[in-house]
């Protein structure tokens, strides 16, 4: 508080009291008194306020604000300067056509006769229109003699000169004449050849594809990045979109682009440039000269490594640009998705295959192809079954209970570790090495888990009578949910990506997604996730000949350099004799750790099992029966929501009406009887597009039932 302050409190309260009584008070502080510290003055370099001000003027252009865009000015005027004589050519060889064409409809007398045509008098008019022709003929003839005598003269009286500054002046009349003017792109020729590789050397084709994509206006322009630079085996450019348009729409609509620009979908990849040198408008081209994995796939760099740390990203293919695309592991989970032959179990054994070379790394493995592709595997795992008889189903589910008992167990004993071993609920690289913790990093990678998830051995679990496949269901959404944080990592592929097979609730919980060609849009995004067709994202575009192609979406980061969605990747090719080969070093790394144990070590491998304990974690068992209750159709349209809604919040009527088979009209009116009103919503079609159509918000059925 000041003097100032001092003076105002002891005046208003010498008011209050009065003149009369006047007395001499002390002074009252009404405020807390802090100790002022003198601002910090932090002396700004002169050359750095003159560069402040220099990037604040208005005036300047930019490309003169910063060294790279000063670079980038430069290489485009010496691109300019290069080109300017072919340009200029190109100017003047157009000048020459429009004064000739001009001179053509004047000779022709054209206006007189074509108006003479519209009022039909043309008969009449004739003879003038013809006198009219020959008298211009004429004068072209007179003025073209003219012309040359002239250039005569002067070259005998003046020498050459003269006629090559008229040369020049003129060239330079008809370079203004034929001068490219906006908005006019002149005349296209139609069978110019193909439109590939055009745009490398004319940005102005680009901007046109951009524009035959309708991923700009026809008034809106692209600014470039970076110019179109050798990458690879193709050609990268950095654009910046116009203000306003979404690099995610040019991702969504990259078949269009692809089409402008004369080259299959495969060979351009796009991707929105994020962080610091990005925006959401700037997009990152890459056009491959060929079919990017027409070529043979490339072996593993597992093969070359003696032993792989699971903690490390595991080398799992590469993009098509060749950037090598690493997966971890730990802390999530994979879902692999295809139809047959496709390269399903190969992706598989390549994320097993880092997992195999850390002799620390627990594994079970189950095999429902039942057949040769996991064999090696047998020497390295804890748990093996190839086989897909309902007894195997069972052994599985024995596992899955022993697993989940094992998941609670590591919390357990989490708790009781001290912060600095354990500093969150959550598996370290330095826990799981420990061989007195017996915490190592688990993996259950199940191949064809649509057998065991179908199977309809009845089980009885505490009372409740339920299938095994819904059993394991249940048991692997619990292990999906909670295992990996304690190190447990599921790795699951299945041949039938469908919504019947593999139960929502799983679905939703599994962190990466690996989804090679499937049959059809809706199959793509039970794998890889609601909506991923309309992001661009579709496996059932790659191509049947494109084996071990597949998009990637991770559940952490990547390492593309790009900050994508998912990535289309081609898996390291890693055939039997390879992958024997690792399943070998991975038993003799585990000989020597000593870490070799259950199947792999022939040790007994019956399993010790508290099926109450895990009834009780995973709460199967104790739910009554959902749907028992409710009337129809509502308990038909519970039942299939529960298996098909996936992350879905409003389905389609026709979709129900389709798969309960009902009668759309008596449908309806049960439904709105029983509280449910349909109504209108946008929803994803096929091609990418959005289409409006009735049907129910999942919510407004939830509320429902609760209350019914
Ligand atoms: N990365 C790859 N590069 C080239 N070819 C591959 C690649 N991955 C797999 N293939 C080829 O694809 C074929 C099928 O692979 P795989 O056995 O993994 O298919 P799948 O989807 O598991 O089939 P199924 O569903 O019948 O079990 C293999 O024989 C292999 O030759």
New binding site residues.
């Given amino acids: 508080m000041n003097g100032d302050d001092q003076e105002f409190v002891n005046t208003s309260s010498l008011m209050q009291r009065g003149p009369s009584d006047l007395e001499a008070a002390d002074p009252v502080f009404d405020a807390e008194l802090v100790e002022e510290l003198p601002h910090p003055v932090v002396p700004i370099p002169l050359r750095r306020r003159f560069v402040r001000w220099w990037r604040s003027l208005p005036r300047v252009p930019s490309s003169l604000k910063s060294r790279e865009l000063l670079t980038q000015a430069a290489k485009d005027t010496t691109v300019a300067v290069l080109r300017s004589p072919w340009r200029y050519l190109r100017a003047v060889i157009r000048g020459v056509l429009a004064a000739f064409r001009w001179w053509r409809k004047w000779v022709t007398v054209r206006d007189y006769r074509e108006a003479a045509e519209e009022v039909q008098k043309l008969a009449d008019r004739f003879t003038e229109i013809r006198e009219l022709t020959l008298f211009r003929w004429k004068v072209t003839g007179a003025a073209i003699v003219a012309l040359a005598m002239a250039a005569v003269v002067t070259a005998v009286l003046y020498g050459s000169g003269p006629l090559w500054a008229a040369a020049f002046v003129s060239s330079a009349v008809l370079a203004w004449l034929g001068r490219r003017k906006d908005g006019s792109p002149g005349r296209k020729p139609t069978l110019a050849g193909a439109r590939t590789l055009g745009w490398t050397i004319d940005p102005q084709v680009l901007v046109d594809a951009f524009r035959d994509a309708k991923l700009i206006g026809k008034d809106e322009t692209l600014r470039l990045v970076e110019r179109a630079t050798r990458v690879g085996d193709g050609w990268a450019v950095t654009v910046d979109l116009p203000a306003t348009r979404k690099a995610a729409d040019v991702i969504k609509h990259r078949e269009a682009l692809a089409s402008a620009l004369a080259v299959d979908e495969i060979q351009l990849i796009v991707e929105r440039v994020r962080g610091n040198g990005g925006h959401a408008g700037r997009v990152s081209m890459w056009v491959a000269d060929e079919d990017p994995y027409a070529t043979?796939?490339q072996r593993t760099p597992l093969l070359g490594a003696s032993h792989w740390d699971a903690w490390r990203p595991v080398p799992f293919?590469v993009d098509a640009r060749g950037r090598r695309i690493d997966l971890p592991l730990v802390w999530t989970s994979l879902l692999v998705g295809?139809?047959?032959?496709?390269?399903?179990?190969?992706?598989?054994?390549?994320a097993a295959a880092g997992l195999i070379l850390d002799a620390h790394t627990r594994l079970y493995v189950a095999d429902f192809?039942a057949?040769k592709?996991w064999m090696a595997a047998e020497h390295v795992a804890h748990r093996f079954l190839s086989g897909d008889e309902p007894s195997d189903v069972l052994t599985l589910k024995d596992w899955l209970v022993e697993l989940v008992a094992e998941v609670q167990g590591r919390y357990r004993r989490m708790r009781e570790l001290d912060d600095e071993t354990c500093p969150e609920s959550k598996l370290t690289p330095a826990m799981s090495r420990d061989p007195s913790l017996d915490m190592p990093v688990t993996a259950l990678v199940i191949?064809?888990v649509q057998v065991p998830l179908e199977d309809r051995t009845p089980v009885e679990v505490q009372g409740r009578k339920m299938t095994a496949g819904e059993y394991i269901g249940e048991l692997l959404t619990w292990l999906a949910k909670k295992a990996p944080a304690a190190g447990v990592v599921l790795i699951l592929?299945t041949?039938r990506p469908d919504s019947k097979t593999i139960p929502s609730g799983l679905r939703a919980v599994l962190g990466t997604r690996f989804a090679?060609r499937v049959m059809d849009w809706r199959d793509s995004n039970i794998v890889l996730g609601e909506q991923m067709n309309t992001r661009g994202y579709d496996s059932s575009r790659l191509l049947p000949s494109h084996?071990?192609?597949g998009i990637l979406r991770p559940d952490g980061e990547t390492d593309t350099g790009a900050d994508a969605v998912a990535v289309t990747v081609?898996?390291?090719?890693?055939?039997g004799d390879d992958w024997q080969e690792i399943c070998h070093r991975g038993r003799a790394l585990r000989e020597n750790a000593g870490t070799l144990t259950g199947h792999a070590a022939g040790e007994d491998t019956t399993l010790s099992i508290d099926h109450a304990a895990v009834v009780k974690a995973i709460g199967a068992g104790s739910d009554p029966e959902p749907t028992a209750d409710l009337p129809e159709p509502l308990a038909s349209v519970v039942e299939y929501l529960d298996t098909h809604a996936d992350d879905r919040d409003f389905v389609p009527t026709a979709e129900l009406v389709d798969a309960l088979d009902v009668e759309p009209n008596a449908f309806g009116r049960q439904m709105s009887d029983l509280g449910c009103s349909s109504q209108r919503k946008r929803v994803p079609t096929e091609d990418g597009a959005t289409r409006q159509v009735r049907g129910y918000l999942i919510a407004d059925i939830r509320a429902v039932v609760e209350e019914l």
């Fill in positions: 043979s796939p293919g295809a139809i047959p032959r496709q390269g399903k179990t190969f992706a598989t054994r390549l192809k057949g592709d191949d064809e592929a041949q090679l084996k071990g192609v081609r898996t390291y090719y890693m055939p």
